[in-house]
């Protein structure tokens, strides 16, 4: 089955304590994408990467590291969360010549105290 | 700078039709998107327009102006599962992605008996 998935599905971390979320799919997708969902301000972008070893920033990739050694995965670190990064965060993927047609992961929903 | 304006939440009856609509302005346009989101889940692609005029999907259909920065979601004979969030984007050129994504902040529809 195609898919994306993100692990932890939950977590509640404390200030300053290193954490990542993991992604992957299946999908052989060149292009993938984090985003951060918060009320009223909708899905943001937070890094992306075009293929193995190519990343870029997003909108708001303030606090927030990636990086992409296999096609399949594309983990996000936070070197020291802080509480305004508590947050839904989605993993996507798309085929290159069509990044509309995003497949999301089920979602990360991280509270940071 | 990005602007994509869409109604917080709406409310419709069981079996009736709703229009949700989406502006935008944007630095350029390559397609308008819709996707819908059930609490606490990833988003998933409903429909497509790049051209003006109306797609029909099913139930669902999407309109689009380029030259207003319109475009509406038609959701007809609404059922209690439709009760969702319905998320413009606007995909805009970006010389070293190919195309990104920029979302709206969502619509919340409520489907009342």
């Known amino acids: 089955e195609a898919q994306v998935t993100q692990n932890p599905r939950y977590l509640i971390t404390v200030t300053g304590k290193k954490l990542t979320v993991t992604c992957s799919q299946n999908?052989?997708?060149?292009?993938m994408s984090w985003y951060r969902q918060d009320p009223g301000l909708g899905l943001r972008q937070i890094y992306y990467?075009?293929?193995?070893?190519?990343?870029d920033k997003g909108d708001v990739p303030e606090g927030y590291k990636v990086s992409r050694k296999e096609k399949r995965n594309f983990p996000l670190i936070l070197e020291s969360p802080s509480p305004n990064q508590t947050s839904l965060y989605f993993c996507?993927?798309?085929?290159?010549?069509?990044?509309?047609?995003?497949?999301f992961g089920p979602g990360t929903r991280l509270t940071v105290t | 700078g990005q602007n994509i304006d869409q109604p917080t939440e709406m409310t419709a009856t069981e079996g009736a039709i709703v229009q949700i609509n989406c502006t935008y302005q944007?630095?350029?346009?390559?397609?308008l998107f819709w996707y819908q989101q059930h609490a606490g889940e990833a988003p998933t692609f409903l429909s497509y327009?790049?051209?003006?005029g109306l797609e029909e999907k099913g139930r669902f259909s999407s309109f689009l102006s380029r030259s207003k920065g319109y475009s509406y979601l038609l959701l007809k004979e609404l059922q209690m599962k439709d009760s969702a969030s319905y998320l413009c984007?606007?995909?805009?050129?970006?010389?070293?992605?190919?195309?990104?994504?920029?979302f709206g902040q969502g619509t919340e529809l409520s489907v009342k008996p």
């Open positions: 990467s075009m293929n193995v070893e190519v990343t």
């Open positions: 999908m052989n997708h060149e292009y």
């Open positions: 944007t630095s350029g346009f390559n397609g």
């Open positions: 996507a993927s798309s085929p290159p010549t069509r990044t509309y047609e995003q497949y």
């Open positions: 327009n790049v051209l003006d």
């Open positions: 984007a606007v995909r805009v050129p970006i010389y070293n992605q190919g195309g990104k994504l920029i």
